[in-house]
């Protein structure tokens, strides 16, 4: 069973930069496909980006394509989201995500493990 912890979060101006970061325990994340996903206040949860197992490979929501990049660090059971032209309707919780013995995932339902979320909120 693999626990996630989201950090970075907080409140930044439209055209900000925020990075999170997604730290793993209890297992190694190298076996798991990683994703971020978002809820917004009165929205459903949606899917941001996913990263393949070894990082070689990402998916991003068209929403957020060119402006969010998603990495990963498997030696330090990491995982990050960099996020530039932040706009207000980035506001929401973001969820850091895992699922095992998958090479990536691209929906808000197939994952296994979640984190507690960890709020951006993109001011005008």
């Known amino acids: 069973q693999v626990q996630l912890v989201e950090s970075g979060g907080g409140l930044v101006q439209a055209g900000g930069s925020l990075r999170l970061t997604c730290t793993a325990s209890?297992?190694?994340?190298?076996?798991?496909?990683m994703g971020w996903l978002r809820q917004a206040p009165g929205k459903e949860r949606e899917f941001v980006a996913g990263?393949?197992?070894?990082?070689?490979?990402?998916y991003y929501a068209d929403s957020v394509k060119g402006r969010f990049t998603m990495s990963r660090d498997n030696a330090k059971n990491t995982v990050y989201l960099q996020m530039n032209s932040l706009k207000p309707e980035d506001t929401a919780v973001y969820y850091c995500?895992?699922?095992?013995?998958?090479?990536?995932?691209?929906?808000?339902?197939?994952?296994?493990?979640w984190g507690q979320g960890t709020q951006v909120t993109v001011s005008s």
């Open positions: 990263i393949s197992r070894s990082g070689g490979s990402t």
């Open positions: 209890g297992r190694t994340v190298r076996s798991y496909s």
């Open positions: 995500a895992a699922k095992a013995n998958t090479y990536m995932v691209v929906t808000t339902t197939e994952y296994d493990h």
